[in-house]
């Protein structure tokens, strides 16, 4: 008790508040912009926490990592630009909300949604972090090839037409086995080139699929809409809806657990919790048909889900000492230059730090909820820039967006190849966010599968004999079921 | 279905494509030992389901493209319009990234957005017509703009980004 | 007449200006290339000498990250820069064992080391469920019941996985080497029980073995790690291995000597800051710095070694 108070004055002071405040800030900027993404914004303020004291420090970077994965909503309701792989859900609804004049609501919608899971993951990460972290430890690879295989299930639940989704998340599949092999390390498809080695990057990947492809669009409907310019449509009042959203609090608390708990397992592809708490609102939804057309049910699972998505990462690697992703592997990184190193022994030696960073990361979820607030008045003005202009400044952005990343151009004609590819599967049906699935899980199912086969000696039958492995596969069927009839009932077309 | 024709060549594209993919897959070497799996395993078998997915959508294209014959619709006027824009867009981009490190970012970046706009608005007849003081404008846009991306990315994120290496542009 | 005035003016001071340059170098930021993403053991290492090196040598140093290919395409882009001194990079383990794989055009012998800073050895941790408290009882029970050890690595062809394999076959015993995507993943495993072991740099497994779920067998260092006092050397063990990663500071081949001299001087400094000292004990580094003839000895020896182990792994 005595660390909680302790805490609370390392945290509320005005340097510590202010520090926090310009991480969050900072976060969002980069995290709404294409390719930046939270790890670089974390690492670019790195140097700056040096001189810091831990809790300072640390809660400046908590506030990026907030910050940049709320920021990446902004762009994908306006824009159609998930400015992170874990906000390609929200693009499904968010996107169509905001061009059929509803842009206001659709953030209003997107920022209540991401502070309630942001503080739920909060309340988890302070309450039960030992306990979830002892229950991520059981997850094996026979547990991990499952866990994705539930994923890629979601396939199903995001295409219009089932035939065509699930080729699109084949596509994803087979575009993830390009580079080393993942266990013997011979070369797939990468035709001698250094920058295929290691496979097909995901942002370039993410960024040509959903924004290059949407600008290749917005060119040809250019021509075809009456009037030219459309940068007069009507926007509504851009405000909080904050009732809206708490009347679909089961959404919310069922989104937030999901994106905790998923978080909270290193590894295992963080961003897909959006997409999973995505699928399971339109399975409890009483009206699952509006679901992709811009339902605000859509957009509320998917942003608490990707923000108590950060809480959870934050589980592992305070526990027991294990970035599951990049972002978390540069806060890992500032921590141990602040002398503090994550892991058991940082519950029992140093409680009033460890409380003090709960504390900082609400106070940044915090920062998050009233930076957007203030600022959804901002955002909105980017879609009264004529369209001529925003087009060409959509695509400039994406250029030095992806070529951020790595400083290869080389990634900048795969994000081209990727536009034109989304082009072409959006305009015949087939779907991009499949793809996006396939990228992201098709590395995860097939490592772990051949990681398993491997420990077991070649014995196929460890993937039903583990609980949590058979439990995954088993739902995982029931929820393939449950789509098809779904579906079916909705007359989506098979073939 | 409004356009059969087109969609089906994109089905047949990609089948290309995967069989590309699948006959390459046949060199890629490392074998399974130990009852595992082979490197080219997930590939073989990911290339022929997306095969038959594929081969089955594309009948239904077909199928539904000869019922529905008398239902398709003329082409817009614009359509030839949109194509060109489309594809000038597209070259634009892959000039870009070829210039990008030669020529360093402000000057392509500007010479983009330039390209770009004028494109898009000398194909369209709706809009209204190029002027010189129009054209004007667009380029102290376009600089202003690629300058202002620069200093923020260079400045405000520490991102090196190529220059000419004249007078730091 | 003015006109020619104003040239020639200009044209001394561009002469002087390129006569100071090297003199007073640096006079313009130095591009420091990570050839990983941000996040990564080498980042780390590289932002925590930022401030230091810094302040040592009056500029901006820019992080530019150039990931791909496991480094590959980084260290390509370093050793093709301009040999001004203006871009530098950070030479492992890794700049060896990717010549060795042979996915890469340059060689090891493309960089001029200018400083060796870190150093951390290779760790082989077994899971606590297994039960042994040495290297003796593990190879004991191995014997006994005639199965090989599962070990997890950071990565196929990783400096890990190398050292894994030439581990193996130092100890006489069967390895299976389980490749996982990151030595945090390997980690999560070999903690869990699902592999018996793991072979990673000391940052890895440091909060692993404090909080009882790993044990640390052995480590391959010259000395005993800083981060892991207990745990003895193969040295000590009776075995005639020492291999450890390292990080430090390389430019492309051909830089002037005195680049190299300020770059020395201002990594000596660096690593007397004290902030700098405790990120690296943090992250379970020993500063054991090492320059000029004792460093291109060093290079010589563990390039030798990592490029003859990747290649076999290679075949």
């Known amino acids: 008790m005595n660390d909680y108070i302790d805490a609370l004055g390392l945290v509320f002071q005005g340097y510590v508040l202010l520090a926090i405040a310009g991480g969050t800030l900072l976060g969002l900027i980069m995290g709404a912009l294409p390719g930046l993404t939270a790890a670089m914004a974390i690492a670019l303020l790195l140097p700056l926490t040096f001189g810091m004291p831990p809790v300072m420090g640390v809660g400046m970077l908590l506030g990026t990592l907030c910050g940049a994965i709320a920021g990446g909503s902004v762009s994908a309701t306006l824009l159609n630009i998930p400015g992170t792989p874990s906000s390609v859900a929200t693009t499904l609804d968010a996107f169509p909300m905001a061009r059929s004049g509803q842009a206001g609501r659709a953030l209003g919608i997107a920022i209540v949604a991401s502070f309630l899971g942001g503080i739920f993951s909060a309340v988890v990460l302070s309450v039960l972090a030992p306990p979830i972290a002892e229950f991520a430890l059981r997850f094996g690879a026979p547990e991990y090839f499952a866990l994705s295989v539930f994923g890629l299930v979601i396939i199903a639940s995001v295409s219009k037409n089932l035939a065509k989704g699930l080729a699109a998340g084949l596509i994803g599949l087979l575009l993830a086995t390009v580079g080393s092999d993942p266990m013997l390390g011979s070369p797939r498809f990468t035709y001698g080139n250094m920058?295929?080695?290691?496979?097909?990057?995901?942002?370039?990947?993410?960024?040509?699929?959903?924004?290059?492809?949407?600008?290749?669009?917005?060119?040809?409907?250019?021509?075809?809409?009456?009037?030219?310019?459309?940068?007069?449509?009507?926007?509504?009042?851009?405000?909080?809806?904050?009732?809206?959203?708490?009347?679909?609090?089961?959404?919310?608390?069922?989104?937030?657990?999901?994106?905790?708990?998923?978080?909270?397992?290193?590894?295992?592809?963080?961003?897909?919790?959006?997409?999973?708490?995505?699928?399971?609102?339109?399975?409890?939804?009483?009206?699952?048909?509006?679901?992709?057309?811009?339902?605000?049910?859509?957009?509320?699972?998917?942003?608490?889900?990707?923000?108590?998505?950060?809480?959870?990462?934050?589980?592992?690697?305070?526990?027991?000492?294990?970035?599951?992703?990049?972002?978390?592997?540069?806060?890992?990184?500032?921590?141990?230059?602040?002398?503090?190193?994550?892991?058991?022994?940082?519950?029992?030696?140093?409680?009033?730090?460890?409380?003090?960073?709960?504390?900082?990361?609400?106070?940044?979820?915090?920062?998050?909820?009233?930076?957007?607030?203030?600022?959804?008045?901002?955002?909105?003005?980017?879609?009264?820039?004529?369209?001529?202009?925003?087009?060409?400044?959509?695509?400039?952005?994406?250029?030095?967006?992806?070529?951020?990343?790595?400083?290869?151009?080389?990634?900048?004609?795969?994000?081209?190849?990727?536009g034109v590819l989304g082009f072409f599967l959006n305009k015949y049906g087939f779907g991009t966010a499949p793809v996006i699935l396939g990228l992201i899980l098709g590395p995860i199912a097939e490592s772990n599968l051949r990681r398993a086969l491997m420990v077991?000696?070649?014995?196929?039958?460890?993937?039903?004999?583990?609980?949590?492995?058979?439990?995954?596969?088993?739902?995982?069927?029931?929820?393939?079921?449950?789509?098809?009839?779904?579906?079916?009932?909705h007359k989506t077309s098979f073939a | 279905m409004q356009r059969p024709i087109p969609e089906a060549t994109f089905h047949i594209v990609l089948i290309g494509l995967v069989g590309y993919f699948l006959m390459e897959s046949f060199s890629i070497r490392g074998s399974a030992a130990g009852?595992?799996?082979?490197?080219?395993?997930?590939?073989?078998?990911?290339?022929?389901?997306?095969?038959?997915?594929?081969?089955?959508?594309?009948?239904?294209?077909?199928?539904?493209?000869?019922?529905?014959?008398?239902?398709?619709?003329?082409?817009?006027?614009?359509?030839?319009?949109?194509?060109?824009?489309?594809?000038?867009?597209?070259?634009?981009?892959?000039?870009?990234?070829?210039?990008?490190?030669?020529?360093?970012?402000?000057?392509?970046?500007?010479?983009?957005i330039f390209c770009m706009v004028s494109t898009l608005v000398l194909l369209n007849k709706q809009d209204q017509k190029a002027s010189l003081k129009g054209a004007i404008g667009l380029a102290g846009f376009s600089i202003l703009t690629s300058l202002a991306i620069f200093i923020l990315f260079s400045k405000g994120f520490s991102i090196i980004l190529p220059t000419l290496g004249i007078a730091g542009v | 007449m003015k006109k020619i005035m104003t040239t020639l003016s200009v044209a001394t001071a561009a002469l002087t200006l390129s006569t100071l340059a090297v003199a007073d170098y640096p006079t313009k930021n130095i591009e420091f290339i990570v050839p990983w993403n941000a996040g990564g053991g080498a980042d780390n290492v590289v932002r925590a000498l930022q401030n230091p090196v810094e302040k040592a040598l009056g500029t901006n140093l820019v992080v530019r990250n150039i990931s791909g290919g496991g480094g590959a395409v980084g260290f390509s882009t370093a050793v093709g820069a301009k040999t001004d001194g203006y871009v530098v990079t950070i030479p492992t383990n890794a700049t060896f064992t990717l010549e060795g794989l042979g996915n890469v055009g340059f060689t090891y012998t493309d960089f001029e080391y200018i400083a060796r800073v870190l150093v951390e050895p290779y760790v082989l941790a077994?899971?606590?469920?297994?039960?042994?408290?040495?290297?003796?009882?593990?190879?004991?029970?191995?014997?006994?019941?005639?199965?090989?050890?599962?070990?997890?690595?950071?990565?196929?062809?990783?400096?890990?996985?190398?050292?894994?394999?030439?581990?193996?076959?130092?100890?006489?015993?069967?390895?299976?080497?389980?490749?996982?995507?990151?030595?945090?993943?390997?980690?999560?495993?070999?903690?869990?029980?699902?592999?018996?072991?793991?072979?990673?740099?000391?940052?890895?497994?440091?909060?692993?073995?404090?909080?009882?779920?790993?044990?640390?067998?052995?480590?391959?260092?010259?000395?005993?790690?800083?981060?892991?006092?207990?745990?003895?050397?193969?040295?000590?063990?009776?075995?005639?291995?020492?291999?450890?990663?390292?990080?430090?500071?390389?430019?492309?081949?051909?830089?002037?000597?005195?680049?190299?001299?300020?770059?020395?001087?201002?990594?000596?400094?660096?690593?007397?800051?004290?902030?700098?000292?405790?990120?690296?004990?943090?992250?379970?580094?020993?500063?054991?710095?090492?320059?000029?003839?004792?460093?291109?000895?060093?290079?010589e020896n563990t390039a030798r070694l990592m490029i003859e182990e990747a290649a076999k792994l290679a075949q």
């Open chain 1, 195 to 418: 920058s295929l080695l290691t496979g097909i990057n995901l942002l370039p990947a993410l960024i040509g699929l959903f924004a290059v492809s949407q600008v290749l669009a917005d060119v040809v409907d250019y021509f075809k809409t009456e009037k030219a310019d459309a940068s007069n449509t009507p926007i509504d009042k851009a405000s909080p809806r904050w009732i809206e959203v708490l009347k679909h609090w089961k959404v919310v608390l069922s989104s937030s657990v999901i994106g905790t708990i998923v978080g909270a397992i290193p590894g295992a592809g963080g961003s897909i919790a959006s997409f999973l708490s995505y699928d399971q609102a339109k399975k409890m939804s009483k009206t699952p048909e509006k679901f992709g057309k811009g339902h605000s049910e859509g957009i509320i699972a998917s942003e608490s889900s990707n923000n108590s998505l950060v809480g959870g990462s934050l589980i592992p690697m305070l526990t027991l000492g294990v970035p599951g992703e990049a972002a978390t592997a540069v806060l890992m990184g500032g921590l141990m230059i602040q002398g503090i190193r994550p892991g058991p022994t940082l519950f029992t030696e140093q409680g009033a730090i460890i409380y003090g960073i709960f504390i900082a990361f609400f106070v940044a979820n915090i920062f998050m909820m009233l930076f957007q607030w203030f600022g959804i008045r901002l955002f909105i003005k980017i879609l009264q820039i004529p369209r001529k202009l925003l087009m060409a400044m959509i695509l400039v952005f994406c250029v030095i967006g992806v070529y951020a990343v790595d400083s290869n151009i080389f990634n900048v004609y795969l994000m081209l190849a990727f």
């Open chain 1, 456 to 489: 077991s000696g070649g014995d196929w039958t460890v993937f039903v004999t583990r609980p949590i492995s058979l439990s995954f596969l088993v739902v995982a069927l029931l929820f393939l079921a449950f789509s098809l009839w779904q579906n079916a009932k």
């Open chain 3, 126 to 299: 077994a899971s606590s469920q297994k039960g042994w408290e040495s290297l003796e009882e593990m190879l004991n029970d191995l014997q006994e019941n005639d199965r090989p050890l599962m070990v997890g690595a950071s990565g196929v062809g990783s400096s890990t996985h190398i050292m894994a394999v030439a581990l193996a076959e130092e100890l006489g015993v069967r390895f299976e080497v389980v490749p996982y995507d990151s030595g945090a993943n390997a980690v999560t495993a070999a903690m869990g029980g699902h592999i018996d072991a793991v072979v990673l740099n000391p940052s890895e497994v440091v909060s692993g073995i404090d909080s009882g779920r790993l044990t640390a067998i052995v480590t391959t260092g010259d000395e005993r790690s800083g981060a892991l006092p207990d745990a003895p050397t193969m040295l000590e063990q009776g075995y005639d291995f020492s291999v450890s990663q390292w990080r430090g500071v390389a430019a492309p081949k051909g830089i002037s000597q005195e680049v190299e001299d300020r770059w020395v001087e201002a990594i000596q400094a660096a690593v007397e800051d004290p902030e700098f000292q405790r990120a690296a004990e943090m992250m379970g580094s020993d500063i054991m710095p090492l320059y000029g003839d004792e460093l291109d000895e060093f290079v």
């Open chain 2, 35 to 112: 009852g595992n799996l082979s490197p080219a395993f997930f590939p073989k078998a990911i290339c022929a389901l997306l095969i038959i997915l594929l081969l089955l959508s594309l009948v239904r294209v077909v199928i539904e493209g000869i019922s529905n014959k008398e239902l398709e619709q003329p082409r817009e006027v614009s359509f030839g319009i949109s194509v060109i824009a489309w594809l000038v867009v597209l070259a634009l981009l892959i000039l870009y990234a070829f210039l990008l490190e030669p020529l360093g970012y402000i000057l392509t970046t500007a010479l983009l």
